[in-house]
């Protein structure tokens, strides 16, 4: 069984950093595109940044130039580095990716969610 497991999060002032990590653990053949979405309390989940297999990155406005993300394909995991937060940043974040499991022969594909992590942000 394939699934996503964030770490990080939490606390942090106005202006601070936090970092989020996000494994990948299972059968994996190959993982697509990856991203982290959030989703503030009464408010619709949406992307936060998102990287293909290359490298490509695409950000929203809202987060462009303080935001940064990453991924280590050979350890299956991505990160987002969030710096000078803001207390609009505040909201539950998750990693989210496309990962083919199995073998060359026969695998399978997913679109998985991580369990979430909060980021509280205080002004």
Not at 4 to 13: D, N
Not at 81 to 110: F, I
Request: glycine share 14%; proline share 2%.
């Amino acid at each position: 069984q394939v699934q996503l497991v964030e770490s990080g999060g939490g606390l942090v002032q106005a202006g601070g950093s936090l970092r989020l990590s996000c494994a990948a653990s299972g059968k994996i053949f190959v993982i697509g595109d990856m991203g982290w979405y959030r989703q503030a309390p009464g408010k619709q989940r949406e992307l936060v940044a998102s990287i293909t297999s290359g490298g490509g990155t695409n950000y929203p406005d809202s987060v462009k130039g303080r935001f940064t993300i990453s991924r280590d394909n050979a350890k299956n995991t991505v990160a987002l580095q969030m710096n000078s937060l803001k207390p609009e940043d505040t909201a539950v974040y998750y990693c989210n990716a496309d990962v083919w499991s199995g073998t060359l022969l026969s695998r399978s594909n997913h679109n998985l969610w991580g369990q979430g992590t909060q980021v509280t942000v205080s002004s």
